[in-house]
T-cell receptor, first 113, second 115 residues
Framework: AQSVTQLGSHVSVSEGALVLLRCNYS??????LFWYVQYPNQGLQLLLK??????LVKGINGFEAEFKKSETSFHLTKPSAHMSDAAEYFC???????????FGSGTQLTVLP | DTGVSQDPRHKITKRGQNVTFRCDPI?????LYWYRQTLGQGPEFLTY????????KSRLLSDRFSAERPKGSFSTLEIQRTEQGDSAMYLC?????????????FGSGTQLSVL
């Protein structure tokens, strides 16, 4: 069985501040991990993914995430928030024989001017 | 890529009516997924096709739900005898290849409201 927990359903940061969105996963086998972003009235878009290899993954729009097996975490960060980053962010896991993604409940990011 | 297209964008129906949604995946994408998303929740897996074969169905997919993907191209999701609990955003996604670490391309969804 696989599952994802996103800590904090709402996160607010000031423009230019660090963005940190937390994700912890549960999987009995090595997972594939993803972050998707959903802007209003748009479909989910892939930000980045971890499959194998380097544990620090860089994605689009300056986001990155680090896979930490010992902590079963895959937190998303961005050094400096921009107003356009305001959106809902979903962490997802796929592992083992699972043929589909299991999503977390999402974190709504608000960027304050 | 022209993107994943879903129709309609919004559907309002009365309890007990049947509804059907359509998804047109990106051309040549052999895998197609249906997800359901309710307010404040992440997408929940409903079903998955590889070409025309429906390979997996979630327990969320009661016998009132049926999905098809004739000829491995577009897909339809039908809900019979709708209930208020069916109100949600229904998302379609597609991808290609045989690995399950591939990027999914999502449509904008069909918002269903059951009155």
């Amino acid at each position: 069985a696989q599952s994802v927990t996103q800590l904090g359903s709402h996160v607010s940061v000031s423009e230019g501040a660090l963005v940190l969105l937390r994700c912890n996963y549960s999987s009995s086998v090595p997972p594939y991990l993803f972050w998707y972003v959903q802007y209003p009235n748009q479909g989910l878009q892939l930000l980045l993914k971890y499959t194998t290899g380097a544990t620090l993954v860089k994605g689009i729009n300056g986001f990155e995430a680090e896979f930490k097996k010992s902590e079963t975490s895959f937190h998303l960060t961005k050094p400096s928030a921009h107003m356009s980053d305001a959106a809902e962010y979903f962490c997802a896991v796929s592992s083992g024989s699972a043929r589909q993604l299991t999503f977390g409940s999402g974190t709504q990011l608000t960027v304050l001017p | 890529d022209t993107g994943v297209s879903q129709d309609p964008r919004h559907k309002i129906t009365k309890r007990g009516q049947n509804v059907t949604f359509r998804c047109d995946p990106i051309s040549e994408h052999n895998r197609l997924y249906w997800y359901r998303q309710t307010l404040g929740q992440g997408p929940e897996f409903l079903t998955y096709f590889q070409n025309e074969a429906q390979l997996e169905k979630s327990r969320l997919l009661s016998d009132r739900f049926s999905a098809e993907r004739p000829k491995g191209s577009f897909s339809t999701l039908e809900i019979q005898r709708t209930e208020q609990g069916d109100s949600a955003m229904y998302l379609c996604a597609s991808t290609r290849g045989g690995q399950f670490n591939e990027k999914l391309f999502f449509g904008s969804g069909t918002q269903l409201s059951v009155l």
